[in-house]
């Protein structure tokens, strides 16, 4: 019923840009709230952004505020996660995840994922 495809990954240089696209279908889009998340070898799942066209948009993470944008294509029903001044410390596989649900950071919140997008910065 819902699927969700994860696109945009990639080996990129520090201080370059990425933006990744998380594609869903047109009702997913304008009846979910779209959550991006990313995991780092070793480390915990974390959320990036969370979206919905009723509840705006949140932030999690400060280290990323400002460098990393969420936003919607509706032309393209995708929810896309601009990546700039990316760090080493970015390196992670990232997902998107889909909720009936509010505006939330919780992996456990979210019932949808995306197979995730490999994203390397290399020093």
């Known amino acids: 019923q819902v699927q969700l495809v994860e696109s945009g990954g990639g080996l990129v240089q520090s201080g370059d840009s990425l933006r990744l696209s998380c594609a869903a279908s047109r009702r997913t889009f304008a009846a979910y709230t779209i959550g991006w998340f990313r995991q780092a070898p070793g480390k915990e799942r974390e959320c990036i952004a969370s979206t919905r066209d009723s509840g705006g948009i949140s932030y999690y993470i400060d280290s990323l505020r400002g460098r990393f944008t969420i936003s919607r294509d509706s032309a393209r029903n995708t929810v896309n996660l601009q990546m700039d001044s990316l760090r080493p410390e970015d390196t992670a596989v990232y997902y998107c995840?889909?909720?009936?649900?509010?505006?939330?950071?919780?992996?456990?919140?979210?019932?949808?994922w995306g197979q995730g997008t490999q994203v390397t910065v290399s020093s």
């Open positions: 995840a889909a909720r009936t649900g509010g505006l939330s950071n919780q992996q456990g919140a979210y019932n949808y």
